[in-house]
């Protein structure tokens, strides 16, 4: 004689054969048969709620699944297919509280994160729907090999929250103006809407050499930081760039590949450009030491860098060279070794469309305006046309240094270098 678990195993799995025959009132007989045994089996119970929703009785459905969460109540399958029959009732409230606690029970359940944001969408909640969505975004992006309605489902997530995004951005433009962009007091602050729209990343500063530590890692540097003496070199533009085409036209020994590196290394990303006039420089000043015949063929460029507080560290500083980008030259992401000095951009020949990209932000060089970036933050230019690119580049104190600070820093590389 059969025990009551063995019975309804039994009348469970005549069910199942019923169903495959397509004798669906036989399969409902033997549901309510194993039922009738046991009302409080949960296995049963979600048998009787799966056919219930084939038969389209959504709150039958939903009364059997709730039964038998109620009893096995760390089983996630019950819980999504209570979901399943609220979505059919269109109850928002409990769809929520079974997609919650299938979730409670494996945050890695990939129809629960993705039932979720569909459900906070559907319910019109759009702050609600873009961090489920996210989840949802996130969690697909993470696996390597997606089953196709992960692809589909990041696809519409991605969608969505670009949409928010795009509405959003419309409102906080709408509320504080565009132009505000224009506005160098509110640069930090527009970074920071950007951050949160998505439409921009915040790097990081990461020196090769020495870090000081505590310094603003900002991309650009305030250019009201660097005046007067950087609006006067930008007056001499024109005499520099005369200088700076007659030394490329006829550059002897001072034009040399600007990427030179040692022997034996292994393919790198600066391979392309070893050894190569795609980049290539005229220094004038070279880790502290100048270049006399270069000085000498360019004096006005030399009395225009004499404007500027150089930080000299002999060996070290000041660095001041003629940078040239061929046609469709790509100088690729990196950084550089000290974030005590600041990098100075005087352009002198710049077709449209060349690009500098520093952390987050891009710009176009204009000849003749200047500025000032932080190179140990992450950044890369191109020339993306058919001629050549020249900007004047030098470098100067961090301008966030003290004038004691500075000091030290001299004293210290000297030590250092001794």
Same mark, same amino acid.
């Given at each position: 004689?059969?025990?009551?678990?063995?019975?309804?195993?039994?009348?469970?799995?005549?069910?199942?054969?019923?169903?495959?025959?397509?004798?669906?009132?036989?399969?409902?007989?033997?549901?309510?048969?194993?039922?009738?045994?046991?009302?409080?089996?949960?296995?049963?119970?979600?048998?009787?709620?799966?056919? %219930?929703?084939?038969?389209? +009785?959504?709150?039958?459905?939903?009364?059997?699944? *709730?039964?038998?969460?109620?009893?096995?109540?760390?089983?996630?399958?019950?819980?999504?297919?209570?979901?399943?029959?609220?979505?059919?009732?269109?109850?928002?409230?409990?769809?929520?509280?079974?997609?919650?606690?299938?979730?409670?029970?494996?945050?890695?359940?990939?129809?629960?994160?993705?039932?979720?944001?569909?459900?906070?969408?559907?319910?019109?909640?759009?702050?609600?729907?873009?961090?489920? $969505?996210?989840?949802? /975004?996130?969690?697909?992006?993470?696996? /390597?090999?997606?089953?196709?309605?992960?692809?589909?489902?990041?696809?519409?997530?991605?969608?969505?929250?670009?949409?928010?995004?795009?509405?959003?951005?419309?409102?906080?433009?709408?509320?504080?103006?565009?132009? @505000?962009?224009?506005?160098?007091?509110?640069?930090?602050?527009?970074?920071?809407? +950007?951050? /949160?729209?998505?439409?921009?990343?915040?790097?990081?500063?990461?020196?090769?050499?020495?870090?000081?530590?505590?310094?603003?890692?900002?991309?650009?540097?305030?250019?009201?930081?660097?005046?007067?003496?950087?609006?006067?070199?930008?007056? @001499?533009?024109?005499?520099?760039?005369?200088?700076?085409?007659?030394?490329?036209?006829?550059?002897?020994?001072?034009?040399?590949?600007?990427?030179?590196?040692?022997?034996?290394?292994?393919?790198?990303?600066? *391979?392309?450009?070893?050894?190569?006039?795609?980049?290539?420089?005229?220094?004038?000043?070279?880790?502290?030491?100048?270049?006399?015949?270069?000085?000498?063929?360019?004096?006005?460029?030399?009395?225009?860098? %004499?404007?500027?507080?150089?930080?000299?560290?002999?060996?070290?500083?000041?660095?001041?060279?003629?940078?040239?980008?061929?046609?469709?030259?790509?100088?690729?992401?990196?950084?550089?070794?000290?974030?005590?000095?600041?990098?100075?951009?005087?352009?002198? /020949?710049?077709?449209?469309?060349?690009?500098?990209?520093?952390?987050?932000?891009?710009?176009? $060089?204009?000849?003749?305006?200047?500025?000032?970036?932080?190179?140990?933050?992450?950044?890369?230019?191109?020339?993306?046309?058919?001629?050549? @690119?020249?900007?004047?580049?030098? +470098?100067?104190?961090?301008?966030?240094?003290?004038?004691?600070?500075? +000091?030290?820093? *001299?004293?210290?590389?000297?030590?250092?270098? *001794?």
């Amino acid at each position: 004689m059969m025990n009551a678990a063995t019975e309804i195993q039994a009348k469970l799995v005549g069910a199942v054969n019923a169903r495959q025959r397509g004798q669906f009132a036989e399969e409902l007989r033997l549901l309510d048969q194993a039922l009738e045994i046991n009302p409080r089996d949960p296995i049963a119970l979600n048998a009787r709620g799966m056919r %219930a929703l084939a038969d389209k +009785d959504a709150a039958g459905a939903a009364n059997y699944f *709730s039964r038998a969460a109620e009893i096995e109540p760390r089983e996630p399958t019950l819980w999504m297919n209570l979901a399943t029959a609220a979505r059919m009732l269109s109850d928002a409230a409990v769809e929520r509280i079974a997609l919650d606690k299938a979730l409670d029970i494996d945050r890695l359940n990939f129809m629960a994160v993705l039932r979720k944001a569909e459900l906070e969408e559907r319910c019109g909640a759009p702050k609600d729907a873009v961090v489920a $969505w996210s989840a949802v /975004v996130q969690f697909a992006s993470s696996l /390597v090999d997606r089953a196709p309605i992960m692809d589909e489902a990041m696809q519409r997530g991605k969608a969505f929250v670009a949409a928010h995004r795009a509405t959003l951005a419309a409102d906080i433009d709408k509320e504080f103006g565009e132009d @505000r962009l224009a506005d160098p007091d509110l640069r930090r602050f527009n970074a920071c809407l +950007d951050y /949160v729209l998505g439409r921009r990343a915040i790097y990081r500063n990461e020196c090769h050499g020495v870090n000081f530590p505590f310094l603003p890692a900002d991309e650009y540097f305030d250019k009201r930081l660097f005046l007067p003496w950087l609006g006067e070199i930008e007056k @001499r533009t024109d005499a520099i760039r005369k200088e700076a085409l007659a030394l490329v036209e006829n550059p002897g020994e001072a034009l040399r590949p600007y990427v030179r590196q040692e022997k034996g290394l292994p393919e790198n990303k600066w *391979s392309k450009l070893d050894q190569s006039l795609d980049w290539g420089a005229c220094f004038l000043w070279e880790y502290g030491e100048p270049n006399q015949p270069v000085i000498d063929r360019c004096p006005e460029t030399a009395a225009a860098l %004499a404007l500027a507080p150089q930080n000299r560290i002999p060996g070290k500083a000041p660095t001041a060279f003629f940078s040239i980008l061929r046609p469709h030259a790509h100088i690729p992401p990196h950084t550089g070794v000290t974030n005590t000095r600041a990098i100075i951009h005087v352009p002198l /020949v710049v077709p449209e469309g060349c690009w500098l990209r520093v952390g987050g932000e891009t710009r176009h $060089w204009v000849e003749g305006q200047a500025f000032a970036f932080d190179d140990t933050i992450e950044h890369e230019a191109l020339n993306p046309t058919d001629d050549i @690119r020249i900007v004047l580049i030098f +470098d100067v104190w961090n301008p966030h240094l003290t004038q004691q600070e500075q +000091d030290l820093l *001299s004293r210290m590389f000297a030590i250092q270098d *001794s």
